[in-house]
């Protein structure tokens, strides 16, 4: 195969990569787009999971999608705010929820182990007595318990504090600013019943990353193809030089 028929080759492949690595590259992050939203979250009652002043990515969910453990976004006009408020879900419909036994969370007579609670802590800190959750509602907490204006400080309303399931717009996969990564399973509640599945967030971040390589690859073949053909031409010509001699 002669050095023209390889270059057009190599240049219709680099072409390719490029096409490839863009669709791949602004594929995910239309993906990301649809399937998530950023979240800032101006309080510190999620300490140590969440920091205040943290960039949050956050998977559109319906609220029946959501399940003991997940750290989920949402917004009830009873609970004095008209803003999106971020919290655990610890108690889903149907479930009995009550603090503490042996400083812990029981849930349906388990008690609950929260290694995101902050070190040193307890979650007897925040004692409350045994709430039955009313179906199609969910029981929220802060993971710091102690400054949390969450379902605790709302027991003495009608709905007993528990926030509708209709009202959860996204879940927290991911802390973003500063780059804290994916939030950690919540296992303890892994007895009581299954987790939520993770979110595409991983797919989406090697679509990005694949595509990305591929274009900056393929974009360098074109140079680096003319320096080497620059290379080969400059020593052909040495040694005919040579060799007149």
Partial sequence: MSGESRQRIGQRLSGLAVALGLALFLGGFAWGAVAYRPYTVPTSSMTPTIDVGDRVLAQRVDGSEVRRGDVVVFRDKSWVTNANVVKRVVAVGGDTVSCCTDGKLTVNGKQIDEPYLPKGSLAEVQNFPKVTVPKGRLFLLGDERQGSLDSTAHLTDAARGTVSRNAVSARVDAV????????????????????????????????????????LGGSAYGPLAKRMGGSRTRAARAETAAGVR
Avoid at 179 to 203: D, N, Q
């Fill in 176 to 215: 973003i600013w500063p780059m804290k990564g994916m939030l950690k399973r919540p296992s303890g509640f892994e007895a009581l019943g299954a987790l939520s599945r993770p979110g595409p967030l991983r797919t989406i971040e090697l679509l990005i990353v694949a595509g990305a390589v591929l274009v």
